[in-house]
């Protein structure tokens, strides 16, 4: 299965969310795709970057989708204080 840019290895998927162009993008739709993908059972996945893998990669990129979404709508839904960010930043 040839995936282009919507798998990916050795590097994390991003959102490429410009507007007024890609207003289009859902991270949602992202992980409903990658379920899709992986109901059709292929041998071989081919990535839009790095290495060819199996089937596992398609689970590997929907389980970090879903950590990605889970993460932001906890974060969203707490108050953040500028504080704590720069004490996370480097």
Not at 25 to 50: D, F
Not at 54 to 63: E, F, K, T, W
Request: charged share 25%; proline share 9%; hydrophobic share 40%.
């Amino acid at each position: 299965m040839f995936t282009g840019d919507l798998v990916e290895t050795g590097q994390f998927a991003i959102f490429p969310w410009f507007p007024p162009h890609d207003t289009d993008v859902s991270g949602t739709r992202w992980i409903a795709v990658m379920e899709r993908l992986a109901a059709q059972s292929p041998r071989v996945v081919v990535p839009g970057h790095n290495d060819i893998d199996g089937p596992q990669l398609l689970s590997d990129i929907h389980d970090y989708l879903e950590l990605l979404r889970d993460e932001t709508w906890r974060r969203l839904a707490r108050p953040c204080h500028h504080r704590w960010v720069r004490e996370l930043s480097p």
